[in-house]
């Protein structure tokens, strides 16, 4: 049973690029959470999917960033016209349906804007 | 909104124990979390409390009090790759059902 995927594990853009992550949740679970890691800074909450929904997109900056979790295929999350600032370690993490339980985290994917 | 602290660093020595606080305040607190990160890897899963007094689990055990809203993560027979990042994290009930707010983490080196 593998975990929670992530990819890809390092991307490089240059200033006004766009980059997409893609996480693809542990099987049989139908929760996903994006958060963003700063260098020497926690875990920030970005945004909740569950499937062909957003349930809470209260981290997500206003401008640029979108994520998407469709009915078929991994969550992406979408940042338009990077810039160095974007630059971090971006997890994506997810949970079952029913209940109230643990997050399992993927290893993460390392964005760095030139 | 939801306000996490936890110290910055700690150091502790191999065979000791270690005890991270953590204090937390949050509207509608539905429990704290524990998570262990090495640098560059994922956050993997250490303890959970949602009622009062401590949960044990091998080496690691975990302390909840909701009423000062505080939790601590107590480390015994430190091993070397006990070295790592220490995350607190609660979830609120006025959020997604499952959504954790984490604190800034606490570097734990552990040294001979």
């Known amino acids: 049973n593998a975990g929670v995927m992530q990819n890809p594990r390092h991307l490089v853009r240059r200033r006004g690029q766009e980059a997409r992550l893609r996480c693809s949740p542990m099987k049989g679970h139908s929760h996903v959470y994006w958060y963003r890691q700063l260098p020497e800074e926690g875990l920030k909450f970005m945004v909740y999917l569950q499937k062909e929904n957003i349930i809470d997109e209260s981290g997500m900056p206003k401008e640029r960033f979108s994520a998407e979790f469709p009915k078929e295929g991994p969550s992406i999350l979408r940042i338009q016209q990077v810039v160095r600032g974007d630059s971090a370690a971006y997890f994506c993490?997810?949970?079952?349906?029913?209940?109230?339980?643990?997050?399992?985290f993927g290893a993460g994917s390392r964005l760095t804007v030139l | 909104g939801q306000n996490i602290d936890q110290p910055t660093e700690m150091t502790a020595t191999e065979g000791a124990i270690v005890q991270i606080n953590c204090t937390y305040q949050t509207s509608g607190f539905n429990g704290l979390f524990w998570y262990q990160q090495h640098a560059g890897e994922a956050p993997t899963f250490l303890s959970y409390?949602?009622?009062?007094g401590l949960e044990e689990k091998g080496r690691f055990s975990s302390f909840l009090s909701r009423s000062k809203g505080y939790s601590y993560l107590l480390l015994k027979e430190l091993q070397m790759k006990d070295s790592a990042s220490y995350l607190c994290?609660?979830?609120?009930?006025?959020?997604?059902?499952?959504?954790?707010?984490f604190g800034t983490g606490t570097r734990l080196t552990v040294i001979p």
């Open positions: 993490a997810s949970s079952p349906s029913s209940g109230a339980n643990v997050l399992t």
């Open positions: 409390n949602v009622l009062d």
């Open positions: 994290a609660v979830r609120d009930k006025g959020t997604g059902a499952n959504n954790l707010f």
